[in-house]
């Protein structure tokens, strides 16, 4: 299984700035260990016209050229670096270069992105341009350029935090359905309503979790049928999370993503995973839930492979 990392484009923050940077050169190293069946690979950046498929003209050149207001820059969280311009290109590139191997190999993931805050004119919440949108979009794209035929895709967003840039982003768009499964009482506090939103009470366990999830996913079967599924794989839903709020144990986190990939898989539906947010009191709790989520889509891309090589 293939999965692409930009963490070598290090992000300059202030002391005491409350992103989690180290964890994603953890997770690498942790990946690199502890499952040897998962490829690591760098990406090259997303191009401008690339995002102007989903981001106004305005807003790119205001990132890519250090114009934006102060205002925006709080909105997103990080201060204007010309490293931070390299993380964000990158990351973007790194889940397109994921989703294009999806669709040939049934599953792939990028150690980052998950960034469903940056609408089109803006970013916020950490994020500057929405990865997933903008691969939806270009995978749309360049697949009826190959088949003459509609890809439709279903965006599964997990993390804690409501996706309302990408809500925002597919709003009008019949050809991708956005299901968010979130904590209703949780940032952002104005939600930007999606094709289906779930919205959780504080303290949310388990079991009642892992219900919603498997009514969402029915409803999402039944009203939409998606050809690619970009799965945003949060670990804020875990109980030691510092801004999650809700009680998700490892083990009812690594149960969630076994029943996204076997949704997928029993339709035969590629899935590309992202990381989304992960903010554990402790980092290496984080990095452990989102090294589980990868032994989870290794093992989905394995039945993928196996599955491949028997004879129809």
């Not at 964000?88 to 792939?108: C, D, K, Q």
């Not at 794209?141 to 890809?151: C, F, S």
């Not at 452990?288 to 394995?302: K, P, T």
Request: charged share 20%.
């Amino acid at each position: 299984m293939r999965a692409f990392y930009c963490d070598h484009h290090r992000l300059p923050l202030p002391p005491g700035h409350s992103f989690p940077i180290d964890k994603y050169t953890r997770l690498r190293t942790c990946v690199a260990h502890d499952l040897p069946g998962i490829r690591l690979c760098t990406a090259g950046p997303v191009t401008e016209g690339e995002l102007a498929l989903v981001h106004t003209p305005a807003y790119v050149a205001a990132v890519l050229n250090n114009t934006l207001s102060a205002q925006a820059q709080r909105e997103i969280g990080f201060p204007w670096s010309p490293q931070m311009v390299q993380r964000s290109l990158h990351s973007v590139g790194a889940t397109i270069a994921a989703a294009r191997v999806a669709l040939a190999e049934g599953v792939a993931a990028n150690l980052a992105g998950g960034t469903h805050h940056a609408s089109a004119a803006c970013g916020g919440g950490y994020c500057v341009f929405n990865d997933v949108a903008v691969a939806a979009r270009l995978m749309q794209a360049e697949w009826h350029w190959h088949h003459r035929r509609l890809l439709r895709v279903a965006v599964i967003d997990l993390d804690v935090h409501q996706g309302n840039g990408t809500a925002a982003i597919f709003q009008d768009d019949t050809t991708v359905f956005t299901l968010s499964l979130h904590g209703e009482h949780n940032f952002p506090f104005r939600k930007v309503a999606g094709d289906l939103d779930v919205g959780l009470p504080d303290g949310c366990t388990d079991a009642p979790y892992l219900a919603a999830l498997e009514e969402a996913l029915a409803q999402l079967w039944a009203r939409f049928e998606p050809g690619l599924v970009f799965y945003i794989a949060g670990a804020d839903p875990y109980r030691g999370d510092r801004l999650g709020r809700l009680a998700l144990s490892p083990e009812g986190l690594a149960e969630r993503d076994r029943r996204v990939f076997a949704a997928c898989h029993a339709r035969r539906i590629p899935v590309t995973m992202t990381m989304g947010g992960g903010y554990g009191k402790v980092v290496e709790e984080t990095v452990a839930v989102q090294l589980s989520s990868f032994g989870v889509a290794l093992a989905a891309w394995q039945r993928w492979a196996t599955d491949s090589a028997v004879p129809a």
